[in-house]
């Protein structure tokens, strides 16, 4: 399969502190990537040096096959022809919204500017916005005219650093999927940085998450979810818990009782962290199984309840919006793993 970004065990070291440790990725043309992971993780510092603007120290980052940094090559940013929208994002205040678009492809001929500049704002849903000035825009409305500034000049591969941290939830999750369509309309290859995994889920074909410079896993936002290969992607990705378990003559034991299941038959012995996300959980109230209420949250559409086992772990659980339960209820519970992921617990190295 052909890769417009190709990153092959990426090194980065700034002030002597080594910030992106041999990290390697790739995405297919047209692909949206995403990278989560907590702060200071090193998400930005890897946006900068496929920009151009940090050295790798070793490993390559390559576009098209064409490699732009190594230990002996650093192919300037303007020559990367790439679109970056970064955290620190502003239109220019003194240009109208159409000659902030204009900004970038100003030596094309004026009736490509023109044709260029009406066809984005169509896609933005903009149209008729061109003399306006910034100020006189929401602040979704100016972050989509960044974003098609950014775009104007077709670049190959598009950066955005937490593009949307500045606006509410609900905005950032329209634009999200407003973005994730402007991309794919353009057909135009983007590696997305967010702390947010809605944003992710809703934006990404690939996603990974990063801890100390490093990619722990890098796969469709599906696989992250429900397939985590490291501990650490399954306690960041979504709402989950990990519970102590025994895996014996291929079976699961723990507080739940014995499991059967396909993802274990051919697991060895040993003592296991096996994730337990809501949706694993079903409240049955004619259920053998018994658990007590110790905390509810309302979500709107529904309760997200914790719910405390036999053997007092505790475990999240939805629930209808319509009808609560109270705290201290015994509730009926069954359990429903589509996929179980067992880790070893002595490898287990979860942070507080
Ligand atoms: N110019 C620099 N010199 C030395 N260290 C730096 C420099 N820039 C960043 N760092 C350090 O590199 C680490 C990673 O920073 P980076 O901004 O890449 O993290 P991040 O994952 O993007 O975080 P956030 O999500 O908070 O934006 C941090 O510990 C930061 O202090």
Redesign the pocket.
């Known amino acids: 399969m052909s890769t417009l970004l190709n990153l092959e065990s990426v090194s980065i070291e700034?002030?002597g502190?080594r910030?992106v440790d041999q990290l390697s990725l790739s995405l297919a043309p047209g692909d949206i990537g995403c990278l989560l992971?907590p702060?200071?993780?090193?998400?930005?510092?890897l946006l900068r040096a496929i920009a151009g603007f940090n050295p790798v120290s070793s490993g390559k980052i390559s576009l098209h096959d064409k490699v732009v940094s190594s230990n002996s090559t650093q192919l300037a940013t303007e020559k990367r022809n790439i679109g970056m929208m970064f955290q620190d994002f502003s239109l220019f205040p003194h240009l109208t919204v159409e000659q902030n678009i204009r900004f970038g492809i100003e030596d094309w001929s004026q009736s490509e500017q023109e044709q260029r500049v009406k066809e984005l704002l169509l896609r933005i849903d903009l149209n008729g916005y061109q003399k306006r000035y910034p100020h006189e825009l929401s602040g979704g409305q100016q972050q989509r005219i960044a974003l098609a500034r950014a775009l104007a000049p077709r670049p190959q591969l598009m950066l955005l650093d937490?593009p949307f941290s500045s606006l509410d939830a609900e905005l950032r999750e329209i634009l999200a999927h407003d973005v994730r369509h402007l991309l794919k309309e353009e057909n135009i290859t983007a590696l997305l940085?967010t702390?947010d995994q809605q944003e992710a889920f809703a934006m990404a074909d690939k996603a990974g998450v990063?801890y100390s410079g490093q990619l722990l896993q890098w796969e469709t936002p599906y696989e992250l979810y429900h397939e985590p290969t490291h501990e650490l992607v399954a306690d960041f990705i979504g709402r989950g818990v990990l519970l102590q378990g025994e895996v014996k003559d291929h079976k699961l034991h723990s507080a739940f009782g014995v499991i059967e299941h396909d993802d274990i038959k051919k697991h060895p012995n040993m003592l296991v962290n096996f994730l337990v996300r809501p949706d694993d959980i079903v409240l049955n109230k004619d259920s053998a199984m018994k658990a007590i209420v110790v905390g509810k949250g309302f979500r709107g559409s529904h309760y997200l309840y914790t719910l405390e086992l036999s053997d007092t772990s505790r475990v999240l659980a939805v629930g209808p919006s319509h009808q609560p339960l109270d705290d201290g209820a015994t509730v009926g519970i069954d359990v429903d793993f589509d996929h179980l992921v067992v880790f070893d617990a002595s490898l287990c190295e979860l942070p507080d």
């Open positions: 700034l002030s502190n910030i992971g702060s200071g993780c090193g998400k930005t510092t937490e940085v702390h990063m």
